[in-house]
């Protein structure tokens, strides 16, 4: 395998202007896809062009390469994974090339939520609407035909395309549409063709020998369109009598309706192949006008009975979406949403949305209002919960499938609702009757079945709830799904809706069509007659497909003995063992929300950088999967490409809030990170800016040398070249007397003990305010005080350590656990609350120490823990915070840390904010800082954290306001960088207002400027 790579980096790196990627990191995260599959790529390319393309798919023809097309990699079915190239269209080849009045041309990577972003601007849209549109590219809704909730108003992505520019097996490029034939002769085997839409794109150079990738253009397209003619012809009634007219159907290639007279609609025709016939590096789609006179309304339902009762009697009143949710699916989106909590009630068992559309506003409420005196008529019992007519309430009912759907891999426990019979429809005047059917199918295998279903167009999403399987464990799977697709076929419907066939349903089309199948190999002959595009998709011999593939999801059997092999981690770095990481890393089912660039939610900031596949939270979770599963983390560790993965991570924890499943990827990368920095050790800069609390305390006693050094750029640059700090970073100046050290610290009264009879708080102070900031130790304090609290500050306390946890020194931070466990543990015991003013801190004691010290103790103090804005707001939702604030006449630029998003306790500090009479606070919304602890402080770190805190940097260099104001020290370095107003702690601007620390003011004059902060 490794020659074969080594000789095809060799072959192909002067041919294409895109990247190929051969590395074991690549590999992995390459190697699945959103479905239960795994195969690990022979490479990973990246087209910038369609020249590109053309070059691999004549290169793949020579030398018997498999191609395998890929978009956001989202499809269920494992689609686009393979064993031999995949090609990655999402990363380069995503633009939008031209908008006409009723058509845009398309580059296939580009994302469907971003073509229409732009479609918007004139009015119009893109119209098939799978539920996870910010995610999936138009490449990959072509490939599969997909299609969604408003399939049976809008159709599906073939209704909509009117060209597909197709690069073929051998690398001829093609623009197919619909292709005319003129002077056919039926009878005779040679058709002359007309191409009027048929343009010749590129001319391969002609030459003596058979091989695919030396026939020109012009020929292919010749051949190709005369054989396609001969098929479609001869099978003609074969097709009509096989092939159900269903409003759904994405099982197979889509043959009905392709030959019309003297016309072959091959764009059609292509859509729905799943990269089986070509490679679509171009597309003409057409545009609908956005939809005007919708209404809409959710109706909840005490029995599933009741809800499929109601769709059949809507049905005929021609909705232009019908989508039926069953309760575990409700249960969720009440959970996960606070917008949905009020429609959904709380004990439904099924609910229905439904839209119609009409000529005007009066005309869809009436058809509206028909459809409840109907049910009522009826006497169906059921709440309509919502009515919506503006675009924005209807896009919300709308919203809710797409949240649910991804969130049902969120559902706790061994068993999981897996996606492998999940595509099936049916005519939708049969539903009703074919559910209960299903569910015997179901009842017979002793599992239970979430449904989601687009009852108007008869399609069914069923998952059912078993344990994850892994290979050789999973023929009940294959059982299901044949007894199921038995009963689908007897009621005239398809196996393959609109996810396609895949792994998953490959295996089963042949019975699905019968004698069909022939003329689907025959098809696939005339495009790949090689079979080497996307292979063992569609057409195949393996009647074990379904359950080839699956993902690893438990470390390796030897394979002679079965017997378990060495697991690959001996010692695990956090306190975890192989099988809980493992089962963390399972979590991740590929459902690609977190590659996302159209995102509502903070993401990855290292995707939202560029959007890069190998950084993703998915890449990084299929990474350590795959290296556990396979006893291989000394290998992947060795790889450079493999430290380049470690290192786009930060331990921001972004990733776990945007994750449906809550896969815990920070911990993770930390334990690969850990394993890394055991087998290499930790570099310089690392190792010295997790320590810089041991000397700073030096660089304190004479601060003012040091902060005139700081500020000198001379200094600077050979602190960079010994320490690795870089240069250009503004840092903060270091105060002469530590916060620790203060008399308000070392006092007396600053005790645990208990004899008071105020309640208590022990304050967790952490690096910067001990170091940096010791005026905002006094604030908090004063702040508690004035609320009638006492506070305890621990004198032994020492900074959180996650500094060190972030960079894998997981012994190091380990030591300094300890000793703050040691100094919180009593007064954790007391019940005491452990306040931070630093959001970090409070994530380290609640998160990382659990993971650092496995003990009673280190739960305690997680439990105790909270952060200061937390604990106010708290103290004021309960009515007991003063409110005494005097006004404080001012504009102020406000930053959420994602320390405190990750604490998920919402934006306390804004709460509080919102309490100072006369304050007026402008929110900051552009992401993570890029700051990330010491990551930003570290030269070689310097420009990517400037990169990532772009927008934010920006935003405080022409913001109208007289200070900027956030919790978090890091992001306030960031903040600062380039700004020339002050950045403060919020608690500071609590303080000053109560008229507890009036020199404070001063604070919002002070300017950052030259190498140091304000
Ligand atoms: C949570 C979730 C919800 C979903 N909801 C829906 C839904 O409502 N409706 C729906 O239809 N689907 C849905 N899907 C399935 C999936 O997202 C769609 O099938 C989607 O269209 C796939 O797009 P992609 O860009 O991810 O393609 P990929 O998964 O990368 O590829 C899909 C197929 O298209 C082929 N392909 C990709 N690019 C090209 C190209 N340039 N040329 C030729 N072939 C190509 C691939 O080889 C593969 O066979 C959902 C998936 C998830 C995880
Ligand atoms: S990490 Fe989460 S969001 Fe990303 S692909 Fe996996 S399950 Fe989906
Ligand atoms: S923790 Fe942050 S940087 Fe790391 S993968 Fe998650 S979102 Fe990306």
Not at 242 to 255: D, I, K
Not at 774 to 798: C, D, K, M, S, W
Not at 906 to 924: C, N, R, S
Not at 963 to 983: F, K
């Amino acid at each position: 395998m490794e020659e074969r790579r080594r000789r095809l980096v060799e072959d192909l790196k002067d041919s294409i202007e895109g990247e190929l990627r051969v590395d074991r990191a690549a590999v992995a995260a390459y190697s699945t896809d959103a479905s239960l599959y795994e195969i690990e790529p022979l490479a990973v390319a990246f087209p910038r062009r369609t020249r590109d393309v053309e070059v691999l798919a004549a290169y793949s023809a020579d030398n018997n390469i498999p191609l395998i097309a890929r978009g956001a990699g989202s499809g269920i079915a494992g689609g686009a994974i393979g064993s031999g190239i995949v090609i990655d269209f999402s990363r380069h080849m995503n633009q939008i090339v031209s908008i006409s009045e009723d058509r845009v041309r398309v580059q296939p990577g580009v994302v469907r939520e971003r073509l229409n972003e732009q479609l918007r601007e004139h009015g119009r849209y893109f119209a098939p609407d799978p539920s996870n549109g910010r995610i999936t590219t138009v490449g990959g809704m072509l490939g599969v035909d997909g299609a969604g909730s408003h399939a049976v108003r809008v159709g599906s992505a073939r209704d909509h395309v009117e060209t597909i520019e197709c690069v073929l097996s051998g690398g001829q490029r093609l623009e197919l549409g619909r292709e005319l034939l003129a002077g056919r002769d039926t009878n005779s085997d040679a058709v002359s063709l007309n191409r009027d839409s048929a343009v010749i794109l590129s001319e391969s150079p002609q030459s003596d020998s058979l091989r695919l990738s030396t026939m020109t253009a012009t020929t292919r397209r010749t051949l190709l369109l005369q054989q396609l003619e001969q098929i479609l012809r001869e099978n003609d009634q074969l097709i009509r009598e096989l092939q159900p007219p269903l409003l759904r159907n994405s099982c197979g290639y889509r043959l009905r309706g392709i030959l019309q007279d003297n016309k072959i609609d091959v764009g059609r025709m292509l859509v729905g192949s799943e990269g089986t016939l070509g490679l679509f590096t171009e597309a003409t789609l057409f545009t609908t006008p956005l939809p005007r006179n919708r209404s809409a309304a959710i109706l909840m339902f005490g029995s599933l009975e009741g809800a499929i009762q109601a769709m059949q009697l809507i049905l005929p009143l021609e909705p232009s979406a019908c989508d039926l949710l069953d309760r575990r699916l409700l249960s969720l989106g009440r959970g996960a949403d606070r917008r949905f909590h009020d429609i959904i009630l709380p004990d439904a068992e099924a609910g229905l949305i439904i839209e119609f559309s009409g000529l005007n506003e009066r005309e869809v409420l009436q058809r509206l209002d028909d459809m409840q005196r109907l049910l009522n008529d009826r006497r169906i019992d059921f709440q309509l919960t919502r009515q919506a007519s503006s675009y924005d309430d209807v896009e919300l009912l709308w919203a809710l499938p797409g949240k649910v759907v991804s969130l049902l891999a969120s559902l706790k426990g061994n068993s999981r609702p897996l996606p492998f019979v999940e595509d099936v429809a049916v005519p939708p005047e049969r539903l009703a009757e074919f559910l209960p059917v299903a569910q015997r199918v179901f009842q017979r295998h002793e599992v239970t079945a979430t449904l989601y279903a687009h009852a108007a167009s008869g399609q069914l999403h069923f998952r059912p709830i078993m344990p994850i399987p892994s290979r050789g464990d999973a023929t009940v799977m294959e059982a299901i799904a044949r007894d199921l697709y038995r009963k689908v076929r007897d009621f005239g419907g398809t196996i393959s809706g609109e996810h396609g066939d895949g792994l998953s349903r490959t295996a089963f089309i042949r019975t699905q069509y019968g004698a069909l199948y022939r003329v689907f190999q025959q098809i696939k002959e005339v495009f790949d007659p090689q079979k080497l595009m996307n292979p063992d998709k569609t057409i195949s011999n393996d009647p074990s497909l379904t359950v080839r593939y699956l993902r690893r999801t438990r470390p390796m059997a030897d394979e002679v003995t079965g017997v378990q092999s060495t697991p690959l981690l001996p010692v695990m770095q956090l306190a975890w063992t192989v099988e809980e990481a493992t089962d963390a890393a399972v979590r991740c089912n590929g459902c690609g929300t977190c590659r996302t660039q159209v995102s509502p939610q903070r993401m990855c900031p290292f995707v939202e950088e560029n959007g890069d596949e190998e950084v993703s939270p998915r890449a990084k979770a299929n990474v350590v999967r795959n290296s556990l599963c396979t006893n291989s983390v000394q290998e992947l560790l060795a790889q450079d490409d493999t430290s380049r993965l470690l290192a786009s991570c930060f331990n921001c924890k972004q990733c776990q809030l945007d994750c449906p499943s809550e896969v815990n990827i920070p911990h993770l990368l930390i334990e690969a990170r850990a394993q890394h920095v055991q087998a290499h050790g930790l570099s310089n800069t690392a190792w010295l800016l997790s320590r810089v609390h041991t000397y700073a305390k030096m660089a304190s006693r004479v601060s003012f040398v040091t902060n005139r050094l700081l500020n000198n750029s001379i200094f600077r640059r050979i602190l960079q070249r010994i320490l690795g700090i870089s240069a250009k970073r503004r840092l903060p100046r270091f105060t002469r007397t530590l916060f620790l050290e203060s008399q308000r610290v070392l006092r007396n009264q600053n005790s645990g003990a208990p004899g008071s009879n105020k309640p208590t708080v022990v304050y967790f102070v952490d690096y910067f305010a001990n170091h940096h900031d010791p005026e905002l130790g006094e604030a908090f304090v004063r702040v508690l005080e004035h609320n009638g609290y006492r506070v305890f500050i621990p004198p032994g306390q020492t900074v959180s350590g996650m500094a060190m946890f972030s960079n894998g020194d997981l012994a190091g931070a380990r030591t300094l656990a300890e000793q703050n466990i040691r100094e919180l543990i009593e007064p954790a015991r007391e019940g005491y609350a452990i306040v931070c003013t630093e959001p970090t801190a409070a994530l380290c004691l609640t998160q990382e120490y659990p993971m650092l010290v496995r003990n009673d103790d280190a739960g305690i103090i997680a439990q105790q823990t909270t952060d200061a804005g937390s604990f106010l707001a708290d103290l004021h939702r309960r009515g007991l915070l003063k409110r005494d604030f005097s006004p404080l006449p001012m504009r102020v630029a406000f930053h959420t840390p994602c320390h405190v998003k990750a604490l998920r306790n919402g934006t306390p500090m804004l709460e509080l904010l919102a309490l100072i009479p006369e304050l007026k606070v402008l929110t900051i919304e552009k992401g993570c800082t890029g700051m990330a602890g010491t990551f930003g402080i570290a030269a070689a770190n310097f420009q990517k954290s400037i990169e990532i805190g772009a927008g934010l940097i920006r935003e405080m260099q022409t913001v109208d306001a007289n200070i900027g104001v956030t919790d978090c020290s890091s992001c306030r370095m960031q903040m600062e960088q380039a700004a020339t107003i002050p950045t403060i702690h919020p608690i500071k601007l609590l303080a000053l207002s109560y008229g507890l620390m009036p020199r404070l003011s001063e604070r919002l004059k002070s300017r950052p400027g030259g190498l140091v902060m304000s």
